[in-house]
Structures are given as structure tokens and as C-alpha cells.
């Protein structure tokens, strides 16, 4: 009977543990595949779009995380636009091939052929004609088909110490079929004079291409090249406001008037207009809330939004919230004044955040929302940076990823929250006890029947 008791307190004591061995890892709604702008960059930048927000299921956006090929989650944190640890990166690393350099007499440079690996970047170069391969790197093509931003300019990194002079025609292609030439002469030097030197390493490109091709226009030798860098163009990098437009209606709340609006979306909504009829002007306070069980809080106003057309159209400015971002699903708009019949487009305005990853682990990866249960884990991610920038200098920042079309995983149900898990120690405890009864009650009856008769 001892062996039986010990084997239920076995039995009772592993049923949580062989209960959380065997809980499913957390399933989301939906997933984005992540084309990364550079291989070997250590750590990523990517923005958040309208569908990440619109599938996340918390307030605080706990459920975006990024996984890597095999599932796994990477070390990962949100930040807002404007923090040093999310500023864009300027420059960024790309691939380069050296090309045969065309024949002499010949009016146009080899045909080239490549084999593409993932989202079109380039693994191998195969170029036809041109001169023997002991000339190979007098041209050379560059892949930029992994950048998504403006370029403004490329630098290339050449092996220093010897004076050199070489000029090139740069062209730029969409297929490495047709080409466009955006530069008819771009001069590439380094001279050195006792103390001075002399230094133009770089060449102006166009937006709008994939690929970028330099064709020698002389007999120099070819650059040593070492590393090619595209510069992005710093105006275009500058995050603009993004807006959601939300159309209301009409509602009576404790005697008062209004409209109220459903946001579709966990947007920082930081900004807030309104979109009105020509001729129209208005007093108003705007409210939000996350929920019905929730009062409401005051947000913008009371301010005077106008609109007039005419020769010279005007209209109010946007107005900034009070409160700082939020991210409240609901929105009330009241007015001083009558309403007008129909409801204006309430406006609210926002800069999307930003996720930064490390490339840890397998790729490629993908960034993931819309979970009731899963979470993602804190980590330090602007000291994890800042090693990083310390190994690859001052000016370095996480290079951009971008999010592709998204892709369903369980939908709906990942946004069901599990069920309460049950209380293994209050069960247990309660078994503990049922045993100890049992066995005082065994022992008092073997007692009782082992006593001697009077």
C-alpha cells in the first residue's frame, strides 16, 4: 500500500511539468517575411506598416516579435522613430562583381547574366566576350536591388598608397539587359603629394535602378576595391506623418451630442484634423478610450477647425494631443456648437515605430503579430547597438529591413486567449490531504482490528 501512495504523489507531482513540456509554442495571426537591404550587418531597422498595427492584440504591441527560419524568436525591441537606436542608416554596405572589361574596338560592354538568389539579389555574375580574365575588375557591377530608398550616391573603398586615376561611364539597369547610362563620366582618383592627398571616391547615381554597371572609358588598372557603399539620400529618410481617416456617427451620450469613431488599428496616434465641408468651421474637444467599460479622457481641443476655399484656400493646422501618443480604440468628437449633419472625417496622425532585430539564429527572417499568449522577451537592445557601433564605427546604425505582403498563420484564433491553466498546486495539496486522511482512517481501523477481545 506504501508503494501505491508513493506512486500517486510520483504521478501527481510531474502531471504540471509533463503539462508545460507539452503547451504548444504561442501562434500568431499573421506573418511578414523580411527582405534585408544587406547580408553580414549585425543588427536591422524595420517599420511598422498600417497591417502590423491593425493585427497587433495588446496596447503595448507585445505580440510583434521577429523569427527566424526555424521559428525561433531573435533578440528584439520597439522603438519610437525618433530614438537614436532607430535612426536610419546612411550608408549601407552592398555587393559588387567585377565584369570583363570590353574588347578593344568594342562599342558596348560584354552581355551579362547572373543567377538571382532571394527577393532578385544577385549570387553569381556570368559575363560573355570581353578581354581575359587577367583584366577582370577594370568594370564591375554593383547590386542594389536589396535598397528600397532613394540613393544618391555610391563610395568605394580602394586599397590606399598608390597614386591612381580612372574614369568610367555609370549605367543603370532594372533586368541587366537594357541599360541606362546616368553618369557619361565619372572620375575616380587618389593622389598624394608629400603631406597632401588628394581623394574622389565616389560617383552619383539616380533612384530607380537595381543594378549600376561601370564601364571603363581608359586603359587604367583596375581599382583594388576592398568595399562599395551606397549613400542614401537624407531628405528622403526623414519620416513623414502617416494618417488613418475614420469616418463616425452620431450618438447621444448623458444629453450631449456627438460623434464617435472605431479606430481599425494600434496606431501612436499623435496628431489629430479633421477633413470638413467647404465653408465649414467648428469648436471642438476630442476624447478617446480604449473600450466600452473605460471613461473617457480628454485628448485635443477645445480648438477651431475651418476649412475655406476660394482663390487663396485655407484650413486649420493639425492639432497635436494633449496626452502624447495613444493608442485608444475609440474616439469621441463633441462641438459648442449645433453639429452639422454629417459626420467629418476625423484624421489622426501618427509616425510609425520601429523594430529593431539581430540576425541571430537562422535566415531568413520574419517579423510576426496578432498572439494572445505570446509575448516578446525584454531585451537591452541600445547597448547591444552600441557594442555593435564600437566594432564598426561611430557612424554605424542597424541597416533597413522591409516588410513583404503578409501571410496568414492561425488567423482569428491566435487572438483567442487560452484558457485559465488549472492550479497544479492547489491540486496537489488537496491530493495531499485526501492521502493523509485515507491513511489516518487506514491506521485507526488497523488499530481497531488488531485489538484483543475483553
Known amino acids: 500500500m506504501r508503494m501505491f501512495l508513493l506512486t500517486a504523489l510520483v504521478l501527481m507531482a510531474a502531471s504540471p511539468v509533463a503539462s508545460a513540456q507539452s503547451k504548444p509554442e504561442g501562434a500568431y495571426a499573421k506573418r511578414w517575411p523580411l527582405a534585408l537591404s544587406a547580408e553580414r550587418a549585425g543588427a536591422y531597422r524595420v517599420e ?145 603629394r608629400g603631406t597632401q592627398r588628394l581623394l574622389h571616391d565616389e560617383a552619383p547615381i539616380r533612384a530607380g535602378f537595381r543594378y549600376v554597371r561601370f564601364v571603363p572609358l581608359d586603359a587604367a588598372a583596375a581599382l583594388p576595391i576592398r568595399e562599395i557603399r551606397v549613400r542614401l539620400d537624407a531628405v528622403h529618410l526623414q519620416q513623414t506623418v502617416a494618417w488613418s481617416e475614420l469616418q463616425g456617427r452620431r450618438v447621444s451620450e448623458q444629453g450631449v451630442d456627438g460623434f464617435v469613431y472605431r479606430s481599425d488599428g494600434r496606431y501612436p496616434i499623435a496628431l489629430v484634423d479633421l477633413a470638413m465641408d467647404d465653408f465649414a468651421v467648428g469648436e471642438w474637444t476630442l476624447e478617446s478610450r480604449d473600450a466600452d467599460d473605460t471613461p473617457w479622457r480628454l485628448r485635443a481641443g477645445p480648438w477651431v477647425a475651418y476649412r475655406v476655399d476660394g482663390d487663396r484656400p485655407s484650413a486649420s493646422p493639425d492639432q497635436p494631443l494633449s496626452s502624447g501618443p495613444v493608442r485608444d480604440r475609440e474616439w469621441r468628437l463633441r462641438s459648442r456648437g449645433p453639429l452639422p449633419d454629417q459626420a467629418p472625417t476625423l484624421r489622426l496622425g501618427y509616425r510609425p515605430e520601429v523594430m529593431v532585430f539581430l540576425a541571430q539564429g537562422t535566415p531568413p527572417y520574419a517579423l510576426v503579430a496578432g498572439s494572445a499568449a505570446a509575448r516578446r522577451a525584454s531585451v537591452p537592445m541600445p547597448e547591444l547597438v552600441d557594442a555593435l557601433r564600437r566594432d564598426r564605427g561611430e557612424d554605424w546604425q542597424p541597416a533597413p529591413a522591409y516588410l513583404s505582403p503578409a501571410k496568414a498563420l492561425a488567423g482569428d484564433a491566435a487572438l483567442v486567449p487560452p484558457p485559465t491553466p488549472r492550479d497544479w498546486k492547489a491540486w496537489l495539496l488537496w491530493g495531499l490531504l485526501l492521502l493523509g486522511a485515507v491513511l489516518v482512517a487506514a491506521f485507526a481501523f488497523s488499530l481497531l482490528r488488531s485489538r484483543p477481545a475483553a
Open 48 to 192: 511598422l506598416d498600417r497591417s502590423v498595427y491593425a493585427t497587433t492584440a495588446w496596447p503595448d504591441l507585445r505580440d510583434v516579435n521577429v523569427l527566424d527560419a526555424q521559428g525561433k524568436p531573435v533578440s528584439a525591441a520597439l522603438f519610437g522613430p525618433e530614438q537614436p537606436t532607430a535612426l536610419p542608416a546612411r550608408r549601407i554596405v552592398v555587393p559588387w562583381f567585377p565584369l570583363p572589361t570590353p574588347a578593344p574596338g568594342a562599342g558596348e560592354p560584354s552581355s551579362v547574366s547572373a543567377q538571382f538568389g532571394e527577393h532578385g539579389r544577385i549570387v553569381r555574375i556570368e559575363a560573355s566576350g570581353g578581354t581575359p580574365a587577367a583584366d577582370t575588375g577594370r568594370a564591375f557591377l554593383v547590386d542594389l536591388s536589396g535598397i528600397r530608398d532613394n540613393p544618391e550616391a555610391l563610395e568605394i573603398t580602394w586599397d590606399p598608397g598608390e597614386p591612381r586615376e580612372a574614369r568610367f561611364r555609370v549605367e543603370g539597369s532594372h533586368d541587366l539587359q537594357t541599360w541606362d547610362v546616368m553618369e557619361a563620366r565619372v572620375t575616380l582618383m587618389e593622389l598624394q
